[in-house]
């Protein structure tokens, strides 16, 4: 069986950018020492480590929206839980770029979710979440 996911990796087009975001903006911390001419950055997320890796393609795709229905297949999203949603947007309102307003989730079993969506500086769609479960 397997224990835990230990690591999950994101594509970027300019290394720098997205670790001054996810470590600067964020505060995520560095895995390994980061060092920008090796065009790679590993950042600790709790109990996962993020790989963001540099790539010379060149396609653009349309950004993920906050409807799943809409976008293409593949991973979505990350969502990082936080233990109070209004002080991490307070915290981070001026310095990201919001793709929704707050959106609640209710399940039938009593757990029931507020988030948020972000962009990252390329358009990668993550979440700030508070689980109530």
């Not at 999950?8 to 060092?35: K, M, N, Q, S, T």
């Not at 060149?58 to 979505?76: C, I, K, M, Q, Y």
Request: glycine share 6%; hydrophobic share 40%; net charge negative.
């Amino acid at each position: 069986m397997y224990a835990r996911i230990d690591n999950v990796d994101l594509l970027c087009r300019d290394v720098g950018v997205i670790a001054d975001f996810y470590h600067g903006v964020l505060g995520l911390p560095f895995h390994f020492p980061f060092e920008r001419e090796e065009g790679w950055v590993a950042l600790d997320a709790g109990n996962l480590t993020i790989f963001i890796f540099e790539t010379t393609h060149e396609a653009d795709l349309p950004r993920r929206t906050p409807v799943n229905e809409v976008n293409r297949p593949g991973w979505d999203s990350l969502a990082f839980e936080v233990e109070d949603l209004d002080a991490e947007i307070a915290r981070l309102d001026g310095q990201v770029e919001w793709a929704a307003e707050i959106i609640e989730w209710k399940h039938p079993s009593g757990a029931w979710y507020r988030y948020r969506p972000i962009y990252d500086p390329e358009g990668n769609m993550f979440y700030v979440t508070e689980p109530h479960r």
